[in-house]
């Protein structure tokens, strides 16, 4: 990310402010920068926002420093990790911030907890949402089978597209990169190296009644969590994830639906459509049972989800109260 556009964003950012110091409502104006890091594939913004609706609701309650960078869409952990450690670095040089709050969906927290990891001091929190911390069985699928060619081809090309649409072409897409870092044996890899803030034993389930089914909701399982330490070398650690079932929570005029229907079935375990619900935890979890898929949980698809879905925007909006209560 270039210092002109950390810039730019500040600018706009500041211009937002202003009507701010006239609103009753600064509950969620929290000490530091929230930084909003998108996913596989993800955007700052191409027609609409990668966080749809959140920038504009967070500044309705008082957080008018709010930011989305622009790292590459298909590439490592590390990579994407240094990628948006230099954007924090010029972030903070440019507003005089000491430290930045983290909120990453899908891969953007394995992204946000390299950077806690190696440069503690310059995070205040990384939060999760959605993210595949122990890696995700779609992925395993993909990994060394007749699909992986086809899917590495098409997500290089969606890449270098997005890319070019969100006017970054300097990025150099590696989907193999992605697919490494996000299956199983790659998101192992990844945890022995920045451990902090996962959680150390196993994610048990009590099943109450039969679940699992294509046609039954598959999220009356309780589950026990082992949350992750909470706070790590001076970082506080957040997660939270949604949970879906394809005939009950799907929206038809949603087109993110007809695929992570299809997905949602390679995973052995309630599940968002693309990440496990266990391999979802991360320090405290706030919640891994919200009603939302994976593209719900950042309310893409321009906010188009299931009937009986829980509100994301409003989950970013009560992190940024909690983020402010904590005193960051």
């Known amino acids: 990310m270039k210092i002109k556009h950390v810039l730019m964003l500040v600018i706009l950012s500041c211009s937002f402010s202003i009507p701010q110091a006239f609103s009753a409502d ?59 450690l230099a954007y924090v670095q010029q972030l903070l040089a440019v507003t005089g911030a000491a430290k930045v709050n983290l909120i990453g969906h ?29 890696g995700s069985p779609v992925a395993d699928l993909i990994k060394d089978s007749p699909l992986e060619g086809p899917t590495l081809a098409i997500g290089n090309a969606v890449g270098v597209l ?41 994610c048990k389930t009590t099943p109450t009644y039969n679940a699992g089914s294509w046609w039954w909701p598959n999220y009356v399982k309780n589950y026990s969590v082992n949350d992750g330490a909470h706070q790590v070398n001076g ?10 079932t394809p005939l009950f929570d799907s929206n038809v005029l949603d087109l993110a639906d007809g695929l992570l229907s299809v ?38 698809m321009f906010g188009l989800r299931g009937l009986w879905s829980s509100n994301p925007v409003q989950i970013y909006v009560e992190h940024a109260r909690r983020l402010k209560a904590a005193g960051l």
Not at 119 to 132: E, F, H, K, N, W
């Open 26 to 84: 600064s509950s969620g104006q929290t000490k530091y920068p929230i930084v909003l890091v998108h996913g596989l594939s993800g955007f700052d913004s191409i027609l609409a926002d990668y966080f749809y609706g959140v920038k504009g609701a967070l500044r309705g309650v008082g957080a008018s420093a709010v930011y989305t960078p622009q790292v590459t869409g298909y590439e490592s952990n590390a990579a994407r990790g240094e990628e948006l």
């Open 106 to 134: 899908s891969q953007g927290g394995p992204t946000a907890r390299y950077v806690a990891s190696v440069r503690p001091d310059l995070v205040a929190s990384v939060t999760s949402v959605g993210s595949p911390h122990f």
């Open 162 to 202: 997005l890319a070019a649409l969100s006017g970054d072409t300097s990025q150099q897409q590696n989907a193999m990169g992605s697919l490494e870092s996000l299956n199983t044996q790659g998101a192992k890899a990844f945890n022995t190296i920045h451990p902090q803030g996962l959680r150390t034993g196993s």
């Open 235 to 244: 970082v506080r650690y957040y997660s939270w994830s949604g949970i879906y």
């Open 263 to 300: 997905t949602w079935l390679a995973i052995g375990e309630t599940n968002d459509g693309l990440v496990g619900r266990c391999s979802s935890h991360m320090g405290k979890v706030i919640r891994d049972d919200y009603t939302l898929n994976h593209a719900d949980e950042i309310n893409g």
